[in-house]
């Protein structure tokens, strides 16, 4: 690599002293060598420890790279944070590539990162196993966690590469032994992006509610073949890991050989040491169901039979210390044709018993025995009318007067009576009553109704100077008299 020496330091031009060169300034000086480094280290592949890591709040990240006997500031700025392959931690060995640039404000250089490797194995199973030790403590392998898988499933979700010999070796173990529904979601299983593309997929299983055209789950499997550790490190990923432990549908992991051990094996819900194992952990064997079902229906059969025979038995042993049936109906029926031979002659006894006694009894029997008491309760009723008599009379008589009397009073009041004696009673077309020739005007119509209970109608001629009279005054009542002071006093 050539040096190139800055600006400041070309040559002065022939004829001109040393004590007269140009003076630069400082920041002249800072950006031409902030120049001359990023021309001469464009591009730089650095090995060192990382030490003071700084996350900060605008999302770069500050940290020392160092060896035995020197450090370099470097920076990873926000949008290349995301695309490193692993995270900056302390005391971590990486291999980083990126630009040797400085900083003028501060008379400091410092490596711009732009893509970060872990520099051996070593480093690597380094960090593995504290981010496996801050999940353990987190929880997230805790057996109780994990979900069990279902004995029967009828949908298995399977997250793999599609063009390898996995997901073929899959699906070819899963025809033989349980015919069921896979769902595959290819993905890549190695490099940068095969970590979030695994994630994705976990999710969108995970979102599924079975009612659109793709059914949900009953248990998903991760599957990748053998490789070495960098080629597996995708796998180790705490987000992934994460996204493992709050997958909500049971979850294998059968990331390589037997051997081989990911992050996700110890959050998933089972391990699988292959991906064909992880098939048949998965389903069980259709066959063997059968032949297990009809050895269950086999036994059951024979149980019945054993039963059956076992009550029947019983039932012959119980039935030999019973009395057999002829006797005990042979004894009934001696006793029922005794009983029948003397029910005749029982019968006519108790007859006979009934007409003595009903012939006895009747020699006691006589009209006198209805007669007298008759005769008592006619005396009884004729005392009784003999002393009602008088007072029910007195009330006839008493009602009969009160009648005679309201009978003279309606007559007295009956507005017709004085009709029969030559009067007339005329009415307005209204119905009232004319009590004087006065009020009436000429030619008003007027009903005449005479004691024969017949009515004519009249026309009254004009009477000049005809005014109605008004209607007679209601006549004021008359205050009863006090009663005067007696003083020989009221008898009443």
Known sequence: MTDVAPESEAPAPEGEASGNAKPYSVSELA???????????GFVRLRGEISKVTHHANGHVYLTLKDERAAIDGVVWKGQVRTLSIRPEQGLEVIVTGKITSYPAGSRYQIVIETMEAAGVGALLAQLERLKARLAAEGLFAQERKQPLPSMPAVVGVITSPTGAVIRDILHRIRDRWPCRVIVWPVV????????????????????????????????????????????????DEGLARTVADCRIPLISAVGHETDTTLIDFVSDRRAPTPTAAAEIATPILAELKAFVGDLGARMHRCGGRAVEDRRGRVEAAGRSLTRVSDLVELATQRFGIVSGRLAAGLAKNAAAHERDLVRVSARLSPLLLQRPQAVQR????????????????????????????????ASVDPDRPLHRGFARVTRADGSIVHAGAILAGGEEVAIKFGDQVTRQAVIEGMPGAVAAPSPPRPEKTPKPKPRSSAQGDLF
């Open 379 to 410: 005396q009884r009723l004729d005392g009784v009318a003999a002393r009602l008599q008088p007072g029910v009379l007195r009330g006839l008589e008493r009602a009969t007067e009160r009648l005679g009397a309201l009978a003279k009073l309606y």
């Open 31 to 41: 950006f031409a060598l902030k120049r001359t480094l990023e021309d001469a280290y």
């Open 189 to 236: 299983v190695q490099g940068d992006a095969a970590a979030a593309q695994v994630s994705a997929a976990i999710r969108g299983f995970d979102a599924l509610d079975g009612s659109g055209a793709v059914p949900r789950p009953d248990v998903l499997i991760v599957a990748r073949g053998g490789g070495s550790v960098e080629d597996l490190w995708a796998f180790n």
